[in-house]
């Protein structure tokens, strides 16, 4: 759960297409993850059309000859080519940094040279220099960068400390009466990379996922920040715009539902 909204996962389906940024969701997928909701929450049976956000990506894994995806091992292997290439396949995200350590590790093992600290020296993630108390950093920016109290949650999981220095002076909401702030555009573009306002919805504030009510409100003003902030013309303002109300429609349009 993430605030108000209860997302649900996952599945265990198999992706036999070319690999898009954008995997497309089946309506199967939809129906099987929303059927069993009522057994388990105390909720009346949920319909695709209520599913207010959407998304999919792809787990890789290492094929094993006639097994089920859900029969195949999740564990991460090392492969080394004939050429000495070391690769990485399978494994988890949550698991990334672990996985990353052994592939340095068996970088070092072949060529003998030091790549990187041991996995127990590796400091916390950006934002992560905290004691991981949530509450209290909220309550922190709530007395020293003035953040109303129903958006200082959000922002401390979001940024961790980060959110003190993304803030400055203090709260300036993106829409009125919103939990976003209009400094997450200008951080997302100037210390994340954020070059398209998909992006920054999607992935750097998340309000695409766990906002319905900001999602499409957003949109404009994010657009006006970020012409501002990378000197985008109104033609290119336009498109980043229709691209990012594109995004969010497709979003929904469960693929194999009748009319789509």
Request: proline share 7%; charged share 30%.
């Amino acid at each position: 759960r993430r605030g108000e909204i209860v997302f649900v996962g996952t599945t265990d389906t198999s992706y036999p297409r070319s690999v898009r940024i954008w995997p497309e969701i089946n309506s199967d997928d939809v129906e099987y993850l929303l059927q069993p909701l009522p057994r388990h929450l105390d909720v009346e049976p949920v319909k695709p059309e209520e599913v207010v956000a959407a998304w999919a990506g792809l787990r890789p894994l290492v094929a094993e000859e006639g097994k089920k995806p859900t029969d195949i091992s999740r564990r991460d292997e090392i492969l080394v080519g004939p050429a000495g290439v070391v690769t990485i396949a399978g494994g988890k995200l949550t698991g990334y940094r672990q996985m990353a350590h052994r592939s340095l590790e068996k970088v070092e093992e072949l060529t003998g040279l030091t790549l990187g600290p041991a996995l127990d020296e590796e400091p916390p993630l950006p934002g992560g220099d905290f004691d991981g108390d949530l509450d209290r950093l909220s309550a922190r920016l709530i007395a020293e960068r003035r953040v109303p109290e129903w958006a200082a949650l959000r922002l401390a999981r979001l940024y961790g400390t980060e959110a003190l220095e993304l803030l400055g002076g203090g709260f300036e909401p993106l829409v009125p009466g919103q939990a976003v702030a209009a400094q997450e555009v200008d951080w997302a573009v100037t210390h994340e990379g954020a070059a398209t306002v998909e992006d920054v919805l999607y992935r750097r504030t998340r309000l695409a996922l766990y906002d319905p009510d900001a999602r499409t409100s957003a949109v404009e003003p994010a657009a006006d920040r970020m012409a501002e902030l990378l000197g985008w013309d109104e033609a290119r303002r336009a498109r980043e715009v229709e691209a990012v109300r594109a995004r969010l429609s497709e979003e929904l349009a469960f693929a194999g539902r009748e009319g789509t």
